[in-house]
């Protein structure tokens, strides 16, 4: 899974992951996928897609341990 830790952009500063392409999950099987569970009402991560690109507040741990493991 391509996961950046603690990056920097500009339209959403708050982001401490970027998950981009070569994406591989177990559970959520793309990125729109992986996406809709971050930012549903039952994760506290904020969470948003920009150009193909996931930028979020969960953590790397978090998404590979939980939100990527059936």
Known sequence: ????????????PGAIVEVREPFICVAEPTIQELAKVLMSAGV?????????KIY???TE?????????V
């Open 56 to 58: 979020t507040e969960e």
């Open 61 to 69: 741990i978090n998404i590979t341990n939980t939100h990527c493991v």
């Open 1 to 12: 899974m391509a996961i950046l830790t603690r990056v920097t952009r500009k339209e959403y």
């Open 44 to 52: 506290a991560m904020p969470s948003v897609i920009v150009q193909g």
